[in-house]
């Protein structure tokens, strides 16, 4: 049996264990990688950075842990921007395990930049049901959310006394890992018009650049390269642009992967074809 | 690292390699560790659904607040559970053409604005000029009329339709190329996390080791 072959029937666990081996190879060799920055990227970030201390960003955290390596590092980014820039920030989340990755984020982000809960953030909680949580914050964030998530009424906090619904708040950027973002598009742009910005995974970033096109959203972080961008462009060297290095590494060898079975698929195809046993 | 963050992340890594052992074959320790994941969902999702549903819109409401309109839905919901019933099966039906009623009228209207009218109109208003931009839009209203077209079966894929078509076919293919990219891309993102935590944790281990 000739080599390619061979790969034809190459069994797949040596391409796990390749892959493996792969993504070791940054461990022990660091490197950093040059990261081009998009323009649906750019867009975000410059609107954050055109926004004034004191002005309300919202933030959606709809993901939960089985996304958090693609989606942590862009919700890092954005609250990092938005806690140095002075801006009040109302967080709020609609996957059923997002508490815990909202915690994370505020517990970390809030001390280091010396922001206070309820005074800079709030983090409204969790809701079931996106469409009708969507629609009624539109109405009042106090519908779905008469307290947040630790219960404190939001009444009683110093920066949600002025604030009512979607129209009090210069943007959305919702980080997603599901169809979150069709709700927030439908029925919070579609209802209630207010820009909007997501952050998805890159399995999704394919069926959402047209609605970048067509306006409803405003800008778009796709997948770990979109947050490892947001990164370069806020200056904060977090997970995204450290995954930069494992991603051209294991690339490479699904690329390496790919070109050598095809190669083997014609290759043997032809060899087929001229025993006459090919289609 | 304290000696709580060396245990709790010690079962962390044990359970994201119990996970990985699947790759080479189904085992005790990769079923031990997706059950475990499966039932503390289902115990913590049960329980949030019931602290932020049942105790916030039906419990809190009815009995603290005395807000007695709640009991109408809290009864349509109710009524849901006589599907159990085939005595009392019919009564579910009110409470489900109550929840179609309201989400077909919620949906219908921003559904065709989202998805239909709004994505026409991006279509159809982009001019097509001389520069990269026109370039651009004739690119986009090209790939979209012949994806179009390939799903068109009431005319033979001969001759211009044909073309068209192909061209449809290329199109749609482009679309699932880059749809695989970066689905790759989010697939290794996973894997290189718990590498890099991995890393993390035996390197802070060591280090919590040698300074104990």
Redesign the interface.
Known sequence: MSFLEKMMLIDR?WI?LS??LA??IP?VVSFEVPVSVSPEVRKIYDFVESLNAGDYLFIAVDYDP?S???LNPMAEAVLNQAFAKNLKVIIVTLA??G?GMVEDLTTRLASAHNRVRGEDYVFL????YP?ITI?LMGINFRVPFPVDHYSVPLDSMPMMRDVRNFSDVKAVIDFTAGNTADFW???G???FDFPLAIGI???????YY?YL????IFGII????GAAEYEELVGFPG?GK??MA??VI??SV?IAFILISNIAYFATRKQKQQLGGGR | MTTEQAILNGIAVFLTLCIFSFLYRDNPFYKFAERLVAGIATGYWTMLLYHTNFTDKVLTPIFVRGQLHYIIPALLGVLMWTRFSKKYAWLSRYSIAFYIGISSGVTITVTLYTFLFKQLQATIGMPITADYAGFNTFLIVLAVVSALVYFFFSLPHKGAVGTVSRIGIYVIMIGFGAGFGMTVMGRIALLVQRVIFINDYVRGLVAFIGGS
């Not at chain 1, 909680?125 to 079931?128: M, Q, T």
């Not at chain 1, 995974?201 to 069926?207: E, F, L, P, S, Y």
């Not at chain 1, 796709?222 to 390269?225: A, E, I, T």
């Open positions: 666990r796990y892959i493996g993504v070791i461990v089985s958090m390596a693609e059923q395990f508490p909680g969790y809701r079931p469409a629609m598009i439908t029925y742009v579609g209802r995974t890159g399995v999704m970033a394919a069926d047209q096109q067509s306006g409803q796709p997948g770990v390269k997970k450290e995954q494992y991603q294991a690339h699904i």
